[in-house]
């Protein structure tokens, strides 16, 4: 069974501070990954996902990820930055090859961006 | 211009009541799914459906019932209202297969059971 665990329930960080989300997750069998975004009040919004290839993978908004399949881990990461960036993050896998697109959700991320 | 639209956005109602939430996408995708996000914000999927048919029925009480009249809607029918019902349901919708599409969510609709 795939578990997916955010280290973090709440990071706060000041405005053009560099940022890292972590994510681990658990599986027996090779997965895809994903991050969502959620703005207050609102639904989810794909940022980023990582299919193969190249380890680091480059989404909307700035945010990077790096994918390490060593330690099945595959954090985020953003430079700098914005009061707008403030939002609940959420980190996701589905089954590679799978017959359905289930994804199984972390717990969250609270990113509070500060002035 | 909406992709996947849910209505209604809220919803407030008494225990012990039947309540329904619609949900329609316009992206022409084949594959329909229900999501639950708690007073934590943990989200789970409950149900999915693939051009009508359901494939994931998690472990959710019978109370709970999907239907999907075509692949572009997917209604979920709640009878029996209870406190615990009371969450954020979310919409979404994707392509079939593989485990490698996107999935697209609706702005979710959330439930308060008084």
Known sequence: AQSVTQLDSQVPVFE???????????SSVSVYL?????????GLQLLLKYLSGS????????FEDEFNKSQTSFHLRKPSVHISDTAEYFCAVSYYG???NKLIFGTGTLLAVQP | DTAVSQTPKYLVTQMGNDKSIKCEQNLGHDTMYWYKQDSKKFLKIMFSYNNKELIINETVPNRFSPKS?????????????ELGDSAVYFCASSFFGGGNTEAFFGQGTRLTVV
Do not use: M
Request: glycine content about 6%; aromatic content about 12%; charged content about 15%.
């Open chain 2, 69 to 81: 009249p075509d692949k572009a809607h997917l209604n979920l029918h709640i009878n029996s209202l």
């Open chain 1, 55 to 62: 380890t680091l993978v480059k989404g909307i908004n700035g």
């Open chain 1, 16 to 26: 053009e501070a560099p940022v890292e989300l972590r994510c681990n997750y658990s």
């Open chain 1, 34 to 42: 994903f991050w969502y975004v959620q703005y207050p009040n609102q």
């Open chain 1, 98 to 100: 799978g017959a359905t």
